[in-house]
Nanobody, 125 residues
Framework: QVQLVESGGGSVQAGGSLRLSCAASGYTEFINCMGWFRQSPGKAQEGISSIDSVGRTSYSGSLEGRFTISQDNDKTTLYLQIDRLKPEDAATYYC???????????????????WGQGTQVTVSS
């Protein structure tokens, strides 16, 4: 099994930046795809970005290029850099992992079997 723990959330002023982390433990050698999602109260969960085991990335086309996904060399920590934060970025951010290869559904929650507990981001204007 794989366990995921997010961190790095908090309260930020609009225009600022934040880097979220997701620490993976357990059978991480079987992870082939990881992703970041977010959910605001009353809204559906939104896929932000995914990255595969060789570093290929996908991003939601609606997010204006302010988000950057990355992972460390041993692929046990996933990151999400968020720049020029906006009030509408306030949400709980989740990382997810799966042993399947990242594919066309890598920004869909159904593509992932393992989820973290989330880290909350608030943005003040």
């Amino acid at each position: 099994q794989v366990q995921l723990v997010e961190s790095g959330g908090g309260s930020v002023q609009a225009g600022g930046s934040l880097r979220l982390s997701c620490a993976a433990s357990g059978y991480t050698e079987f992870i082939n795809c990881m992703g970041w999602f977010r959910q605001s109260p009353g809204k559906a969960q939104e896929g932000i970005s995914s990255i595969d085991s060789v570093g290929r990335t996908s991003y939601s086309g609606s997010l204006e290029g302010r988000f950057t996904i990355s992972q460390d060399n041993d692929k046990t920590t996933l990151y999400l850099q968020i720049d020029r934060l906006k009030p509408e970025d306030a949400a709980t951010y989740y990382c997810a992992a799966d042993r399947s290869l990242c594919g066309r559904r890598s920004l869909s929650e159904s593509a992932y079997a393992t989820w973290g507990q989330g880290t909350q981001v608030t943005v003040s204007s």
